[in-house]
């Protein structure tokens, strides 16, 4: 009930309903967009023993939404929602591709941009760019009139949502332990939507070391069945 009070108060019932379902549409894990191939470089954190239970799997994700790429992600969603028209945004993409801390950073980005951008055009009839995920999302939004704190909020939790899946793949951990990290996090994920207001890409960047390494020693890992 916390959640769906803060999305957003400003509109009426009906309106905030529809949006609402709008964002829980794109953000769900039955979405095409297949996220359920990536482990954003978790896949090397359980391999090298980083990550071995819910309690490291928790402080993990928490540096990675407060410190790191998904902090950065809810500041590019932001852009993507003030961008002008498709060729702003295409110019912002470059940017985020500069900024990516790898080259499966910018992979697994890309490539759920895309699918997001090509099933949400179809949908909606309006022409959406092939660029990395948080920038269409935000894009998306804007154009469905909703505003970016609450889409932001939601994108935070998708990606919490399929990084436990993942772990759930990679190492001991039951239903039970992966949906009370999900609950746990979801506070860390409405924080940082308020607080990347006002956020420009001056403030991108990321301090979660050991993620960007993470994802960068995966793309020699050996044996491994995540993309990222």
């Known amino acids: 009930m916390a959640t769906v009070a803060r999305i957003p108060m400003n509109m009426g019932r009906r ?20 996220s359920f191939a990536y482990s954003h470089g978790l896949e090397t954190a359980v391999a090298e ?3 071995t239970d819910a309690d ?14 998904g902090r950065s992600d809810a500041i590019w969603l932001r852009l993507g929602h003030a961008a002008p028209d498709a060729a702003g945004l295409v110019a912002l993409d470059a940017e985020a591709r500069a900024f990516a801390a790898s080259s499966e950073r910018i992979t697994e980005s890309a490539r759920q941009g895309a699918a997001f951008a090509q099933v949400t055009g179809a949908v909606s009839g309006q022409d959406m760019p092939a660029v990395q995920f948080p920038l269409i999302v935000g894009f ?9 704190t609450p889409a932001a909020a939601l994108y935070l939790q998708s990606l ?4 436990t899946s993942a772990a759930q793949r990679l190492m ?5 332990a992966a949906q009370t990290i999900v609950a746990d996090l979801h506070p860390l994920c409405l924080r940082i939507a308020d607080e990347t207001a006002g956020n420009t890409i001056d ?3 990321s301090t979660a070391f050991l993620s960007d390494i993470a994802s960068l020693r995966h793309a020699t890992l050996e044996p491994r069945i995540f993309q990222t």
Do not use: C, K
């Not at 309106?15 to 297949?34: I, K």
């Not at 919490?160 to 990084?163: D, G, H, Y």
């Not at 001991?172 to 039970?176: D, E, K, R, S, V």
């Open 140 to 148: 998306a939004a804007a154009r469905q009139g909703i505003t970016p």
């Open 49 to 51: 023993r980083w990550v």
């Open 172 to 176: 001991p951990l039951g239903q039970t």
């Open 15 to 34: 309106r905030m309903t529809t949006e609402f379902l709008t964002l829980a549409q794109w953000l769900s894990p039955a979405y095409p967009l297949g």
């Open 160 to 163: 919490v949502t399929n990084l």
């Open 56 to 69: 490291s799997l928790r402080d993990w994700l928490s540096e990675v939404l407060d410190h790191g790429s």
């Open 203 to 205: 403030d991108i960047g």
